[in-house]
T-cell receptor, first 114, second 113 residues
């Protein structure tokens, strides 16, 4: 079964609102989680690295004020898309690293902003 | 920095045809190499991996061999099925605990009956 779970798997929100996506490691503690974004028919682009108890490290070109990442516990990281717009519609997927340095991916979350 | 290059798709094959999807990489040191698959409307699944040179990863009839001399990790399958239609991503990850997974652009495969 899945060892990394994302919720919600699909969400539709209105333009201008904020939406939160959760990423949980189910069977292990993850000091580091990663957030990716995938536009239709494109590859997965790393957005940020989420470290438990500290600020996330964002990749170049990713707006940190728009994509808020919180990693408040060893099993949970959240991505909040603030003031969402239709161009933020995308597939967001997280991954988590366990103590053996193995990375597991979540099932992904489809965001549609209308 | 690390990067992955894949053959461009889309690739269309008839059922039972032989599949090759080329993948080459650029990396410092000796990364681990992966193939992920994404079926329509679904998330990402690890298909196979190889962690050192000359290793062969295999799963569900797919194979890929880690070739350090050519910095390649080509995906092959002897006889594709319609159910193999998906997008395939080649990826790499460095050796340190700080290294992230870097994905190639993906190759879309359509298998027709």
């Amino acid at each position: 079964g899945a060892v990394v779970s994302q919720h919600p798997s699909r969400v539709i929100c209105k333009s201008g609102t904020s939406v939160k996506i959760e990423c949980r490691s189910l069977d292990f503690q993850a000091t580091t989680m990663f957030w990716y974004r995938q536009f239709p028919k494109q590859s997965l682009m790393l957005m940020a690295t989420s470290n438990e108890g500290s600020k996330a490290t964002y990749e170049q070109g990713v707006e940190k004020d728009k994509f808020l990442i919180n990693h408040a516990s060893l099993t949970l990281s959240t991505l909040t898309v603030t003031s969402a717009h239709p161009e933020d519609s995308s597939f967001y997927i997280c991954s988590a690293r366990d103590s053996s340095n193995t990375i597991y991916f979540g099932e992904g979350s489809w965001l549609t902003v209308v | 920095g690390n990067s992955v290059t894949q053959m461009e798709g889309p690739v269309t094959l008839s059922e039972e045809a032989f599949l090759t999807i080329n993948c080459t990489y650029t990396a410092t040191g000796y990364p681990s190499l992966f193939w992920y698959v994404q079926y329509p409307g679904e998330g990402l699944q690890l298909l196979l991996k190889a962690t050192k040179a000359d290793d062969k990863g295999s799963n569900k009839g797919f194979e890929a061999t880690y070739r350090k001399e050519t910095t390649s990790f080509h995906l092959e399958k002897g006889s594709v099925q319609v159910s193999d239609s998906a997008v395939y991503f080649c990826a790499l990850r460095g050796r340190t605990s700080y290294d992230k997974v870097i994905f190639g652009p993906g190759t879309s495969l359509s298998v027709i009956p």
